[in-house]
């Protein structure tokens, strides 16, 4: 693995935890450095990261903040 990998996974806590939740792609780092990338967006997608996790998540928020005040009504 090359040393722009190595700092990118130590300064990256996210990807960190996920490649020690799943040591398997490692191997993979190993041999090809551009599966960072795929490893990137499957962390974002465990831990809800994504741009439409985020969406979904300021939903929810309007939907129960809606739901409070009807309740008040």
């Not at 741009?51 to 008040?72: C, M, P, Q």
Request: cysteine-free.
């Amino acid at each position: 693995m090359d040393l722009y990998t190595i700092n990118y996974i130590k300064n990256n806590p996210i990807i960190y935890n996920y490649l020690r939740e799943d040591p398997s792609w490692y191997k993979q780092l190993n041999r090809n450095g551009e599966t960072l990338k795929i490893i990137q967006e499957l962390a974002k997608k465990r831990y809800k990261l994504t741009a439409e996790d985020k969406v979904e998540k300021i939903y929810r928020g309007i939907n129960l903040i809606n739901n409070f005040i009807d309740v008040l009504k």
